[in-house]
C-alpha cells in the first residue's frame, strides 16, 4: 500500500513541476468584446485580470477559436489571434497582422506553434470557417525582433 501512495505522489510532483514549465499557455483570452476579455494565471495558480488590460482588450469579435501565446520563462503575454487579425501584447493589430486566411466561426481558427530551434520565430497556421471560404490551411510567421519586440508578419 506504501508503495501505491509513493507511486501516486511521485506523479503528481512530476505533473506539477512539467506544468509549471510551461507557461507558453498562461493567458486567456476570450472574444466579442467581453471586457475584461482576458485573465491570467500567475506561478501561483492566482487567477486574475491580465496587466495592460484596457480599452482595446475587447477588440476581439470571435465566437470560437481563439489562441494566444505568452513568453515562455515568464508567462508574459506576447501575441493572440482569432486567425484572421494578429494582436501583439499591447491589444494593437501587428504590422500585417489582417488577413489571415481563417475564419472566426471556425472551431479552432488559428493555432500557435514555436518555430523549432527558435525563440523569436512562431507559425500562425489558420483554417478557413464551416461557411466555406476558400482559405483553406494555411500559416503565416511572426517575427518577436520585429516592431521593437512587439511582433510583425512576414
Not at 468584446?33 to 482595446?56: C, H, M, Q, R, Y
Not at 506576447?78 to 475564419?103: A, E
Request: glycine share 14%; no cysteine.
Amino acid at each position: 500500500m506504501k508503495k501505491q501512495y509513493y507511486f501516486i505522489a511521485s506523479l503528481i510532483l512530476t505533473f506539477w513541476l512539467t506544468g509549471k514549465a510551461q507557461l507558453e499557455r498562461t493567458n486567456w483570452i476570450f472574444g466579442s468584446g467581453a471586457d475584461p476579455s482576458e485573465f491570467s494565471i500567475d506561478n501561483s495558480g492566482n487567477i486574475g485580470a491580465l496587466v495592460g488590460a484596457g480599452p482595446n482588450a475587447g477588440a476581439l469579435n470571435s465566437t470560437e477559436g481563439i489562441t494566444v501565446v505568452s513568453d515562455p520563462n515568464t508567462g508574459n503575454l506576447l501575441f493572440y489571434t482569432d486567425g484572421m487579425t494578429v494582436y501583439n501584447k499591447s491589444h494593437l493589430v501587428m504590422p500585417n497582422g489582417t488577413g489571415l486566411l481563417g475564419n472566426n466561426s471556425s472551431t479552432q481558427s488559428g493555432i500557435i506553434v514555436k518555430k523549432p530551434a527558435s525563440s523569436t520565430i512562431y507559425y500562425v497556421f489558420t483554417v478557413d470557417g464551416a461557411s466555406g471560404s476558400a482559405g483553406g490551411f494555411n500559416y503565416s510567421e511572426v517575427d518577436m525582433t520585429l516592431d521593437g519586440g512587439l511582433g510583425d508578419i512576414n
